[in-house]
């Protein structure tokens, strides 16, 4: 590869020239056979010679390669195709020079760009999708090379060691390597934990399906250790190790299925789990206490339902051990507890209390927080969207719906309710058809939590909805009261423009004759909630041009350009309602040039649109001075020239 990279012009094209001489017998073949006609043969011919040439430049560019490749892969599928119409079921050597060429343009593609992990991804995901094993284990070996530290090629490379040669000591040999130089690397650890336990199944099928009462000493292994082979000058990658523990070695054909395997292997070590288990160990000392890759192993187990080991047991109590205050820790143990085959002839009550053990036992630990209830509560809530329990559903929803309500009151006594536990509350008390109830424990919520905006949301929604007094107009005080009790306590709130939103929208429904009264209102809100003043101001607009037309509107928009910030899309709203119902160009143009005020010198868009618009309405002197204005106004015109160009070309052809 290296004389071939030579950059003198003259022998390029001489390379070149031997390279395409090289596959005349491939090219006469596909003529031949009709796969291709001699046409199609001149113009593969020329295509191959110019990416030979891009590529071979100077500085050659990866995305050339990656074209070549591109266009090598394309054709072998129309080979492909074309075999197939003509009845071909054979494979033929130009299907293997196709592979070939296609694996020496990775070669040299990597040659150039070594250090790029993504394209040798790409090039191990061709060597498995066209079976070049031997491509594929050199492959492993120099991105393991290349990268030590990138995880997925040492998981890839012994995956493939044991799945497709069935070498298990190389397999072990690779991630036990990898691991030395990434220790904390999580997808070894799930790797490696999960190979030893694919051999344990693998040598329990064959004991089964040979009828063997022992395991050889070369399976019965030790544990591993992983720290023996360290040296002191740290970890290194040997390429021809690596490359010895990647030959090729015939595969094995796939074993049948058993039910179950407990009880094939005869009492061992190996039998029990325990190299699965040391890696286990050794793997949670190397990441720590973390949940997630914790949980990961129990997944795993999960798998292997089939093999009589309790290394699944140890991961549960581990996790137990580690995570005692954790809240999801304690709701992953509890789902299974309620869930194990033991307890499947318990009763419903029984089965429930037994999994709300785990949260009782900690709660009496360790006092119990927010997030604890939370997540104890979702225990509840799982049972009553999915009842577990296929002979009791009924019972089972009953039992769960009482407990999570005086779960939601102990949690309320303990004042370890949060807003979000409050509106589960009501929610749970809405469908339980307990409703008279729900006015009271959202008065107390807020009381709690005064600064929580859903909490008075949801208040004042229920509010408008209770059933009005016998003197008119009781109700609408009653919730009048409660905006301004709401509004009062979460001033300075990042969520407040919500509170306000929502009561002015329910001033504009409930007193329409009015509107002067909450149009003070509205600026009163502007001016209170300052820079989030924006967040209400477009919905406010578009909810008073729904109720009340563009008169109000207008008058809405008036008062509010002079009170900054504005949004680009009030804008856009209020010369779109203007539009729709103003043959005027004057309150038009006028909003534009209150747009541009905000918005000129960054928004493009709003520029082509006012532009446009100008135009449409025939004013094209008027539209020429807009495109002079915007070039000067904008900070970077670039992309509005490009746009205005395009919208000039695509008038021209509509005309």
């Known amino acids: 590869l290296v004389s071939l990279e030579n950059h003198c012009p003259t022998d390029m094209a001489d390379s070149i020239q031997v390279l395409l001489e090289g596959m005349i017998p491939e090219l006469e073949e596909l003529q031949k056979k009709k796969i291709f006609t001699a046409t199609e043969i001149k113009d593969i011919v020329k295509q191959r010679t110019n990416f030979e040439y891009l590529i071979r430049s100077h500085i050659p560019e990866l995305r050339n390669f990656m074209r070549y490749i591109e266009y090598e892969l394309r054709l072998s599928d129309l080979r492909g195709l074309r075999k197939k119409k003509l009845g071909m079921q054979q494979r033929t050597t130009h299907e293997f020079a196709g592979i070939k060429r296609i694996l020496f343009i990775f070669d040299r593609a990597l040659l150039r760009y070594t250090n790029d992990s993504n394209l040798w991804q790409q090039y191990i995901a061709f060597c498995i999708k066209s079976d070049s094993t031997k491509a594929l284990a050199r492959a492993y070996a120099r991105a393991i090379q290349q990268h030590p530290l990138h995880e997925e090629f040492w998981l890839g490379a012994a995956t493939w060691e044991f799945a497709h040669n069935r070498h298990i000591s190389s397999a072990r040999t690779l991630f036990q390597r990898g691991l030395r130089i990434i220790p904390a690397a999580q997808t070894l650890w799930h790797g490696y934990f999960r190979l030893e336990l694919e051999y344990i199944k693998l040598v329990a099928l064959r004991q089964e399906i040979l009828g063997l009462s022992e395991v050889k000493e070369e399976e019965a292994v030790e544990v591993p250790a992983l720290d023996a082979e360290a040296d002191a000058d740290g970890p290194k990658v040997d390429l021809e190790d690596i490359i010895s523990l990647s030959s090729d070695k015939p595969k094995q054909p796939p074993k049948k299925k058993q039910k179950t395997l407990k009880g094939v292997l005869p009492e061992s070590d190996f039998a029990r789990g325990a190299v699965p288990r040391a890696i286990f160990n050794s793997a949670i000392k190397s990441v720590g206490d973390d949940l997630e890759f914790r949980l ?360």
Not at 301 to 327: G, Y
Not at 398 to 407: G, I, N, R, S, T
Not at 548 to 556: D, L, N, P, Q, T
Not at 639 to 648: A, Q
Request: glycine share 4%.
């Open 296 to 655: 990961q192993f129990v997944t795993i187990c999960d798998k292997f339902e089939e093999l009589d080991i309790s290394i699944r047991t140890e991961v549960l109590n581990s996790i137990l051990r580690d995570f005692p205050n954790d809240p999801k820790a304690l709701l992953f143990l509890a789902r299974r507890q309620l869930n194990k085959p033991a307890n499947a002839s318990a009763s419903a009550e029984e089965r429930i209390s037994e999994a709300a053990a785990v949260f009782e036992s900690a709660l009496s630990a360790t006092g119990g927080s927010p997030a604890f209830w939370e997540n104890y509560a979702a225990f509840f809530r799982h049972l009553l969207v999915k009842s577990e329990s296929v002979d009791t559903p009924e019972e089972q929803a009953m039992l769960a719906a009482d407990k999570l309500l005086a779960l939601f009151d102990r949690a309320h006594a303990a004042k370890q309710a949060s807003p979000e536990l409050y509106l589960q509350w009501v929610s749970q008390l809405e469908s339980s058809g307990a409703r008279k109830d729900v006015p009271k424990i959202l008065k107390l919520a807020t009381e709690q939590h005064p600064s929580s905006v859903a909490l008075w949301l949801r208040r004042a929604e229920l509010a408008q909805k209770q059933p009005a007094h016998k003197k008119a107009g009781l109700q609408a005080e009653a919730t009048v009261e409660v905006f301004k009790a709401a509004l009062k306590a979460v001033a300075g709130s990042e969520c407040a423009h919500e509170l306000w939103l929502a009561y002015l929208v329910y001033l504009l429904e409930q007193h329409p004759d009015d509107f002067q009264g909450t149009l003070k209102q509205y600026k009163q809100a502007v001016s209170r909630l300052q820079q989030h003043s924006a967040d209400i101001k477009e919905p406010f607009l578009k909810k008073v041009h729904d109720l009340f037309g563009i008169e109000h509107c207008r008058a809405v928009y008036e008062c509010s350009v002079g009170l900054r910030p504005n949004s680009l899309g009030f804008h856009l709203s209020y010369i779109r309602f203007e539009q729709q119902h103003s043959q005027n160009a004057k309150p038009i143009r006028s909003g534009f040039e209150q747009a541009i005020e905000d918005f000129g010198s960054t928004s493009s868009d709003l520029w082509l649109q006012y532009i446009a618009w100008e135009t449409s309405s025939g004013d094209i002197a008027l539209a020429n001075k807009l495109h002079w204005r915007a070039k000067k106004t904008l900070k970077d015109p670039t992309s509005f020239i490009r746009e205005h160009h395009l919208m000039l070309n695509n008038e021209t052809k509509a005309k």
